[in-house]
């Protein structure tokens, strides 16, 4: 189970958390609408490591997971 919240933004930069159960710190979401087109989604996880993306490759990101197609990628590693 996780739970959505809002993240404390630097600057212009908005950040919504997502936190799963069971890890520390959490993973976040940040949408930096001061960053280049390509970069304005930055993802982060508890570890430090990052993926930034457009908001355009994040809508289908969300529009594949909403449609389950990312499904057979998390029970490969179940």
Same mark, same amino acid.
């Given at each position: 189970?996780?739970?959505?919240? *809002?993240?404390?933004? +630097?600057?212009?930069? *908005?950040?919504?958390?997502?936190?799963?159960?069971? %890890?520390?710190?959490?993973?976040? @979401?940040f949408?930096?609408?001061?960053?280049?087109?390509? %970069?304005?989604?930055?993802?982060?996880?508890?570890?430090?490591?990052?993926?930034?993306? $457009?908001?355009?490759?994040?809508? +289908?990101?969300?529009?594949?997971a %909403?449609?389950?197609? @990312?499904?057979?990628?998390?029970?490969? $590693?179940?």
């Amino acid at each position: 189970m996780s739970g959505v919240g *809002v993240v404390q933004g +630097d600057g212009d930069r *908005v950040g919504v958390g997502v936190h799963a159960v069971g %890890k520390d710190g959490g993973d976040r @979401l940040f949408l930096d609408p001061d960053a280049p087109e390509d %970069k304005r989604v930055r993802i982060t996880d508890d570890f430090g490591q990052q993926v930034q993306m $457009s908001e355009e490759q994040f809508a +289908d990101l969300v529009a594949q997971a %909403k449609a389950s197609a @990312l499904d057979r990628l998390t029970t490969a $590693s179940a």
